[in-house]
C-alpha cells in the first residue's frame, strides 16, 4: 500500500469513525460503496475500513470511575416506559365521566450505582416523570446472603409492589396492590412502598438436596409513604414522629423447569389509620399483612397475593375497617419471545370506600364504593427479553354497593399498551 493510500484511509477511517459513530458496519457500507465507485477507494481498503468498524462497534466501553477515592466502580442506567391508555367508564343513575384517551410517559428512570470497596455500595434513582425518588440507599453486604441497607426503598410487605417494575407482566400493578400500598387518599391505604429507614434482608439454604430455602427481611421506618421531596426529606414533626416496623419470611424451592416461593409479611404502622386522610398522626394505627406465592414452572408462570389490613377509625372515628383483597395472574409463554397474561383481582374495602381510579390506573372516577372487581387479559412481546418489550392488554373493572351498603355500581373498560425499554 502506498504512503499516500495510507494516509487516505486513515483520514477516512477516521472521519467515518468520528461523523458516524452512532452506525454499525452495515449501516456504513452504502457510504463505503459510493466512495470506491468514485475512486478514492479500492475495494481492499475500503473492506479495511469495514473491519476497523466492526471491531470498533464490538469493543467493550471502559469502566466509568466516579472521583471518590474510595469508589472502585460506577454504572448508569435507565429504564422509560411510554404508555397509552384508553378507558371510559359507566356509573349507574349519574353522567358519565369524561373517557381518557391518552399517551404519556409512565416512568423516565435514571440510576446511579457506585461500589464503595468490598462490602459497601450506594444506589440513588430518580423518576423524571414522576417527579420524586425511586431508590436511594447506602448499602453495606458482608455476603451474598446478608444485606443492610439504610435510606429510601420500598418495605418488603406487598410482594408484587416489591418486584421490579421492569417487569410487571400486565403493564400496572393489580388495583388490590394499589389499593393498599398508594398514598392515603382518604381511600387507600398507604400501608406499603416507599419508607425512609433501615433494612436487612438475608436468605438461607435449608437443604441442598432438594433446593430448598430460607429468605426473611425486616426494617424499621419512619410510617409515612416518602412519595416527594417533601416527605422524604422531613426530619418529622410533633403529630409524626414515631416509627413503623416491617417483616417478611418465606420459602423457596425449585422445580425440575423452574422455582417457587411462598411467603408472608407484616408491618405495623402508628398513626397512619383514621377516617379519610385528615386524621394522619392523630393516634389511629394501621397494621396490614400479606400472604404470597411466585411460581414458575417452564414456559408457566403464576403469581397469587392475599392483602389485609386493620385500620383503627377506618370507616368512621367510631369504627375500625378491616379491608382484604386477593389477585391471582398466571402466565404462559407461548414462544420464545411471546408470553400471554391474565389476572382476577378483588377487593372488599369494609366500608372504608374505593374509586375505580384507585385501582385501575388512568380509569375515570366511578364514585366511592365498597367493593372493586378487576380482570385484565394481555399480551407481552419480548423484543429483547425485559431490555426491550411491547406490552398491550385489556383491562375491566367494577366498584359495587354504597359504603353503607346501598346498591350502586359503576365500570371501567378499555385498553392498555406500554412500550419499555432499559438498560
Do not use: C
Amino acid at each position: 500500500m502506498t504512503h499516500r493510500s495510507t494516509l487516505r484511509r486513515l483520514f477516512l477511517s477516521t472521519g467515518l469513525l468520528v461523523s458516524a459513530a452512532a452506525l454499525s458496519a452495515q449501516d456504513s457500507g452504502a457510504l463505503l460503496d459510493i466512495l470506491v465507485r468514485k475512486g478514492i477507494l479500492t475495494n481492499q481498503e475500503a473492506e479495511d475500513v469495514r473491519a476497523d468498524l466492526v471491531r470498533d462497534s464490538n469493543t467493550v466501553p471502559a469502566h466509568a470511575f466516579a472521583g471518590g477515592k474510595s469508589t472502585d466502580r460506577l454504572s448508569v442506567g435507565m429504564r422509560l416506559q411510554t404508555q397509552f391508555a384508553g378507558l371510559s367508564s359507566n356509573i349507574d343513575n349519574a353522567r358519565d365521566p369524561a373517557a381518557t384517551n391518552h399517551f404519556f410517559v409512565r416512568r423516565a428512570y435514571l440510576t446511579l450505582k457506585a461500589g464503595l470497596g468490598k462490602d459497601w455500595s450506594t444506589v440513588f434513582t430518580y423518576d423524571f416523570a414522576g417527579s420524586n425518588y425511586d431508590d436511594a440507599i447506602i448499602s453495606y453486604k458482608p455476603s451474598s446472603d446478608l444485606s443492610f441497607d439504610f435510606g429510601l426503598r420500598k418495605v418488603n410487605v406487598g410482594y408484587e409492589e416489591r418486584a421490579s417494575s421492569g417487569d410487571v407482566r400486565a403493564i400496572e400493578r393489580s388495583s388490590v396492590t394499589r389499593y393498599f400500598v398508594e398514598p392515603n387518599n382518604g381511600r387507600r391505604l398507604g400501608a406499603g412502598s416507599y419508607r425512609i429507614g433501615a433494612f436487612v434482608d438475608g436468605k438461607r439454604e435449608l437443604s441442598a438436596a432438594t433446593g430448598l430455602g430460607l429468605v426473611y427481611s425486616a426494617a424499621v421506618t419512619n410510617p409515612e409513604r416518602a412519595e416527594n421531596f417533601t416527605i422524604a426529606s422531613s426530619a418529622g414533626d410533633s403529630t409524626i414522629n414515631s416509627l413503623a416496623y416491617w417483616g417478611n419470611v418465606g420459602l423457596t424451592g425449585k422445580l425440575a423447569e423452574g422455582t417457587w416461593i411462598a411467603g408472608v409479611g407484616a408491618g405495623f404502622l402508628p398513626d397512619q389509620g383514621g377516617p379519610g386522610s385528615a386524621n394522619l398522626g392523630k393516634g389511629f394505627d394501621v397494621q396490614v399483612y400479606s400472604l404470597y406465592t411466585d411460581i414458575t414452572a417452564g414456559r408457566f408462570g403464576l403469581m397469587a397475593e392475599y392483602l389485609t389490613a386493620k385500620v383503627e377509625g377506618g370507616a368512621s372515628l367510631t369504627r375500625d375497617a378491616q379491608p382484604w383483597g386477593i389477585h391471582i395472574q398466571p402466565s404462559y409463554m407461548l414462544t420464545d419471545t411471546i408470553q400471554a397474561v391474565v389476572r382476577y383481582a378483588h377487593l372488599d374495602s369494609d366500608g372504608r370506600g374505593v374509586n375505580l381510579s384507585d385501582g385501575i390506573r388512568s380509569a375515570p372516577g366511578g364514585g366511592t364504593m365498597n367493593q372493586l372487581t378487576e380482570y385484565y387479559a394481555g399480551g407481552n412481546w419480548y423484543l429483547r427479553g425485559n431490555d426491550l418489550k411491547f406490552q398491550l392488554g385489556l383491562v375491566y373493572g367494577k366498584t359495587k354497593d354504597t359504603v353503607l351498603g346501598a346498591p350502586a355500581a359503576a365500570e371501567a373498560f378499555g385498553v392498555r399498551s406500554q412500550l419499555q425499554t432499559q438498560f
